[in-house]
């Protein structure tokens, strides 16, 4: 749900069924419900839909009264997940090795090298903006359905790395090469239409 959408941890721990609407495809976040206190809506595409609809089904069939979308073994509202986000990074080797104040690698009782996350939680609110911007979602549309209140908060989370720089390039030289094409009267359509008739 994060990496889709860039919603806050607290706000997918806290989200209830009361507030996502699987017939429109959208979940409703109040202003109690957000760290800047402004409401906003989330419409879900896709894979974060389907996870929805499997959370419902379970939901219905193990806890038909549990209010929360992501509930416990036990049908209880989860508080935190620190011990299985670190076991899932480390399985997923998003780990590096945790070092002591002199930088030497910290051994468990056994020996081996004690793994620390290589990511946070928080790494999926980053990365939703950046998919947001580069799939094209206009920037002030991308902050409302992530929360950002200031574009100078937004800009730290909508990062620029080299292959976006690239990319730039090459639509620029696209451009480029369309706008003398309109200069020279080449532009004169598709293929199809500039194609002679047979006569």
Not at 86 to 104: F, S
Request: aromatic share 8%; with cysteine; net charge positive.
């Amino acid at each position: 749900m994060a990496y889709s959408t860039g919603m806050r941890k607290e706000e997918i721990l806290g989200l209830q069924w009361s507030q996502v609407d699987l017939m429109e495809e959208k979940i409703t976040l109040r202003p109690e419900d957000t760290k800047n206190k402004e409401s906003r809506v989330i419409f879900m595409q896709g894979e974060l839909l389907e996870v929805l609809r499997f959370q419902r089904s379970l939901r219905d069939q193990k806890f038909p009264n549990c209010p929360w979308v992501f509930f416990s073994d036990t049908g209880e509202k989860i508080l935190d997940f620190r011990g299985s986000w670190e076991t899932g990074c480390i399985e997923a080797g998003l780990c590096r090795p945790l070092t002591d104040e002199r930088g030497n690698s910290v051994k468990d009782k056994k020996g081996k090298p004690v793994l620390i996350p290589s990511k946070l939680f928080h790494d999926f609110r980053r990365t939703a903006v950046r998919n947001m911007v580069r799939a094209g979602v206009p920037e002030r549309v991308a902050m409302m359905i992530s929360g950002h209140k200031t574009r100078s908060v937004f800009e730290r989370y909508n990062i620029v790395n080299e292959d976006d720089l690239k990319k730039a390039s090459e639509k620029v030289k696209v451009y480029h090469q369309e706008m003398a094409n309109v200069k020279d009267g080449h532009n004169l359509g598709t293929e199809a239409q500039r194609r002679p008739i047979d006569g």
